[in-house]
């Protein structure tokens, strides 16, 4: 933009791209970042400056997304809980719109050896969560029947209607984010999830 001589602010975007966020994870389930700034430059009147850079964007976007996120601090310590105590893990994630993307960032996890199963939502099946066909293939793979399974997501807009449409019993962590939904159980944090499985 600033090479076309059009200058925006942060405080002008931010604000802008925010909505695009709650408008492509709450009601669209689009995750491609391609799409997202092709829609703002849309709203900005600017739509004639898409080109390749759309995509590079992205892929930075992405690159800069993963260095900056960690696990949360129980991860861990859970999954080590959960396999101690028995349980198979697997993993149902949405794509991140750029195929290949979000496998690759799975791979860097400390966590990768820990999965059974990995499901990419709209990779491995046809569309994403809350479809129902990516809680079923997660099953599939363990060897599993879905009623013999517990889903724990993040998300009531995307988690909680695919797992209990297939059978599965769902726990939601609400840590932030949006709220709603009826999950089989709410917790706050992935160790009230082992404290709650290996107890019952």
Request: hydrophobic content about 35%; charged content about 25%.
């Amino acid at each position: 933009m600033r090479k076309e001589g059009i200058r925006y602010s942060e405080a002008n975007l931010f604000p802008k791209l925010r909505l695009i966020d709650l408008e492509m994870h709450g009601r669209k389930f689009l995750y491609n970042r391609d799409v997202w700034w092709e829609t703002l430059l849309k709203q900005l009147g600017l739509s004639k400056l898409k080109g390749p850079w759309v995509h590079e964007t992205t892929l930075r976007y992405w690159k800069t997304y993963a260095g900056a996120s960690p696990v949360f601090y129980d991860t861990m310590s859970t999954i080590h809980r959960l396999k101690k105590a028995g349980f198979r893990l697997g993993m149902v994630s949405d794509s991140d719109g750029t195929p290949g993307m979000k496998m690759k960032r799975i791979r860097r996890q400390p966590f990768l050896k820990s999965l059974e199963a990995i499901v990419v939502a709209g990779e491995d099946t046809p569309g994403v969560k809350p479809t129902r066909r990516p809680f079923t293939l997660v099953a599939r793979r363990l060897g599993l029947q879905p009623g013999n399974c517990v889903y724990i997501g993040d998300n009531p807009n995307t988690d909680i209607e695919g797992a209990k449409g297939v059978g599965m019993m769902m726990i939601l962590v609400r840590r932030r984010g949006p709220k709603g939904g009826h999950p089989d159980y709410l917790v706050r944090s992935l160790s009230d999830v082992a404290r709650l499985l290996i107890q019952n």
